[in-house]
């Protein structure tokens, strides 16, 4: 079992910066490969970011590519989200999640994720 806090969130300005971070608990976080999800009201939860349980691998969505950065301290088990340029498109509410898997690599899909957080509001204005 996994346990998993986002914070961070907030409201900024387009072009800002935010970090959210998300603690876990559990004796095999730093096992288990994480990504960040996100969501708007009356959409699909969609993909933003994941990296291997190792951190030598990460994956981006194509809408975050070159402006977010995925990292994590598996000595901390924390997982990190650092986005920068921010656009008001990006407000959604983002959770991060870990792997059902020990072990693995980054990946996109939403359903190879068991373990998710409560989430943390990120509001963009124009």
């Known amino acids: 079992q996994v346990h998993l806090v986002e914070s961070g969130g907030g409201l900024v300005q387009a072009g800002d910066s935010l970090r959210l971070s998300c603690k876990g608990s559990?004796?095999?976080?730093?096992?288990?490969?994480m990504a960040w999800f996100r969501q708007v009201p009356g959409k699909e939860r969609e993909f933003v970011a994941a990296i291997r349980w190792t951190g030598s691998e990460t994956l981006y969505a194509d809408s975050v590519k070159g402006r977010f950065a995925i990292s994590r301290d598996n000595a901390l088990d924390i997982l990190f989200l650092q986005m920068n340029s921010l656009k008001p498109e990006d407000t959604a509410v983002y959770y991060c999640a870990s792997h059902q898997t020990s072990y693995t690599g980054a990946t996109s899909f939403f359903g190879d994720y068991a373990f998710w957080g409560q989430g943390t509001q990120v509001t963009v204005s124009p």
């Open positions: 559990g004796r095999t976080f730093n096992r288990r490969a």
